[in-house]
């Protein structure tokens, strides 16, 4: 037959069948959801003795582990009292790692927990988990040291945990998440096309923008520090989120007036972000302004530096040139965007959300 389906009703000479056998479930129930833990990571932090199959040595190679269930290899595991196994002892002038692990035989039909012997060597590896469907499939509680010599054993929880399931919203997805456990991943749909579909987190930070999902969002940066500005200023900015408190920009501020626009009251021609970026450390941005004229005395190609100090708590990046007159003096305040000019920045950065 090269076409098997299951589980029907009734088999049929479609290569439908009825009857399911062991390694049929695995190969079904194992894509439900990876091996993990019964165990939702739900809050800020925990302590680790209040873990499931947390665990603890006794009598120098007996290990005891507390109540726990599992999802291993498409089958359900749970322990419901405290049991112990049994580390072999190192003799040896090397040290071992060997691991804890719940082991599910499909020939025999249960699962069990047990302890994998790893090799004594100058730079031991713990044994890999079996992962053969329709025999054994392991999964890691712990991970043990066993030094040479018969050292004191040590532990290490390595087991993988299950989360908050992710939640889609249509709307409101920031109140939405309000009512949910930390660690829940939340997809603004954006149903109602007024703004923009996102990823957002509920961490131990609390909730944060993760990272924006299709076009770019559109923003209209500004030039600071100026007076009176000629019409024909023309401004065009692009954003998103790419991380949590991390956003990716660019802007492209053309001049297309014949005035030169010069600085006006304190510190030089400036730019705004579409967020605010930290106050908690400075950070500097790439930019370059393309004047194929070379008007106000000025080349055609100038690269520039945009600069946000610590303690800025605007959106306000001041901008810099390399100085035209003294290579020496490094850097000047930009005091002109020449006429028919344009002044282009791109870059990431941290911002303030946090």
Known sequence: MAEISFPFTESNESGGREV?????????SKLWGGDRLDFKLVNASYNGSAMPFDARVINGRTIE???GAAWVGGFYYKSDSILTVDVEANPTENPRK???????????GCAN???VKGQPSKSPIAPRPQRI???RWEMVLHEVTAPAKDGAITLLNVAPYDMPARIATPWNTRVTADYHDTGHFFYDMDSNNNDTQYEAFNGRDGYMVTRHLGKARTYTPQIVNTGKLPSGILYRGLWRWIAPNTVHFSIDIENTSNTDVKQS????????????PTS?????FSGQMINSNYDAG??????????????NKTNVVRIFYPSPKYLSEGLDYLLTFPRKSSIVFSGTYEANAL
Request: charged letters at 10%; aromatic letters at 4%; proline letters at 7%.
């Open 133 to 135: 469907a329709g025999q």
């Open 298 to 311: 000025m080349p055609n190609y100038v690269q520039l530096s945009g600069m946000s100090n610590m303690g």
């Open 98 to 108: 060997d691991t804890i692990v719940i082991r599910t035989d499909v020939v025999k």
């Open 20 to 28: 399911v056998s062991q390694l049929d479930w695995q190969s079904m």
């Open 113 to 115: 927990i047990v302890v």
């Open 265 to 276: 009251g304190t510190g030089p021609l400036s730019f705004t972000l579409p967020v605010n």
């Open 280 to 284: 908690g450390i400075g950070q500097h």
């Open 65 to 67: 582990l507390k109540p």
